[in-house]
């Protein structure tokens, strides 16, 4: 499954967009909105849709694994 190069999203094969430049370097994209973003010169890092998915699953993990303790008083 490749990863996209904008977001970090895997993906499946039949889906999105591969470009693969003179350099012969291969750029993975799963929608035509990391295509664009990376065109206008974008970082996916500093983009609030990509930061929000990547939160969203860190407070997952954290729920699953994060203790519960209970104050008597």
């Known amino acids: 499954?490749?990863?996209?190069?904008?977001?970090k999203k895997n993906?499946?094969?039949p889906r999105g967009?591969?470009?693969?430049?003179?350099?012969g370097a291969v750029l993975h994209f799963c929608s035509s909105k990391c295509q664009k973003n990376k065109?206008?010169?974008?970082?996916?890092?500093k983009t609030n849709w990509v930061r929000k998915k990547g939160k969203?699953?860190?407070m997952e993990e954290e729920?699953?694994?994060?203790?519960v303790e209970v104050k008597k008083k």
């Open 1 to 7: 499954m490749p990863e996209c190069s904008f977001c």
């Open 11 to 13: 993906y499946t094969i």
């Open 17 to 23: 967009l591969t470009y693969v430049l003179e350099s």
């Open 39 to 45: 065109k206008l010169g974008r970082k996916g890092e």
């Open 56 to 58: 969203e699953v860190k």
């Open 63 to 67: 729920k699953t694994v994060k203790k």
